[in-house]
């Protein structure tokens, strides 16, 4: 059951780290800016960061096929992520690249790059610092966020959904953001696939749920759903986190 949605805004008891992780089209985005909105907290876009050096790397005639030369250019760019849920930014090298990292060239290059161990010890870095530094504690959605990220957080969850649904709402999502990008399901959903199959199938950091992640399957709930049934485990959490503290 879920509890309905409140108007006013929520807190939770305690600065909590949550990791959110989950294959594209689970509505890992939509669920953390809304959840880190209304409890307060930071966010963070762990796939953003990796587009971001996938930007660079295009950007600088980099072979992202080429894992060698990707690795030795991995530590050049400068990638800076705000965490305000409300207006989530990146920047590369000083320059806004919000817009530019959601092309569908970063897109069909992202996996390539983000499979590259330098790449991905870098960035885990990034991230690491980041939550450490979140003063109220930080949502952070990604694909390898509670196995690798934050294997401390205090709440990890996983969120999954059919190939079908994910399609959807990925081809909805691209419909929205340029008529033009908009393909048929069937294409999106082997897209989906494929991109699955690469996240969780390389060798560094793949692609998996936690052993202690709360796995909600998302397919047959609204977002709303999503988002209050996320909250409710944050504010256990948070729960649970200032009990320990006060013994």
């Known amino acids: 059951m879920f509890v309905t ?3 006013a805004a929520r807190t939770a008891p305690a600065a909590v780290i949550v990791a959110i992780d989950g294959p594209a089209g689970t509505g890992k985005s939509s669920t953390s800016k809304a959840v880190a909105a209304k409890l307060g907290l930071g966010y963070l876009d762990t796939g953003a960061q990796y587009r971001a050096i996938t930007w660079w790397m295009l950007n600088n005639g980099i072979d992202v096929n080429d894992a060698i030369a990707v690795a030795d250019a991995a530590a ?7 965490t305000d849920p409300a207006a ?17 060239e970063v897109t069909s290059a992202v996996s390539a790059v ?22 109220l504690g930080i949502v952070v959605e990604g694909r390898d966020i509670g196995i690798t990220v934050l294997p401390d957080a205090d709440l990890k969850v996983f969120l999954t959904a059919s190939p079908e649904a994910r399609a959807a709402r990925r081809s909805g999502e691209l419909k929205g953001k340029d008529p033009q990008q908009a393909t048929d399901l069937a294409a999106t959903r082997e897209a989906l696939i494929k991109r699955d199959a690469a996240d969780s199938g390389r060798k560094t950091s793949p692609l998996a749920k936690a052993d202690d992640a709360v796995e909600v399957d998302t397919t047959e709930l609204t977002l709303e759903q999503v988002i209050e049934c996320v909250v409710t485990l944050i504010e256990g959490a948070g729960a649970e986190k200032a009990g320990r503290a006060a013994r």
């Open 5 to 7: 949605v409140e108007t």
């Open 76 to 82: 050049k760019p400068v990638i800076v992520s705000g």
């Open 88 to 104: 989530p930014t990146i920047t590369v090298d000083g320059l806004d690249a919000a817009g530019p990292i959601r092309t569908q």
């Open 114 to 135: 983000s499979a590259v161990p330098e790449v991905r010890t870098l960035i885990t870095d990034l991230q690491r610092s980041i939550a450490a530094e979140a003063p």
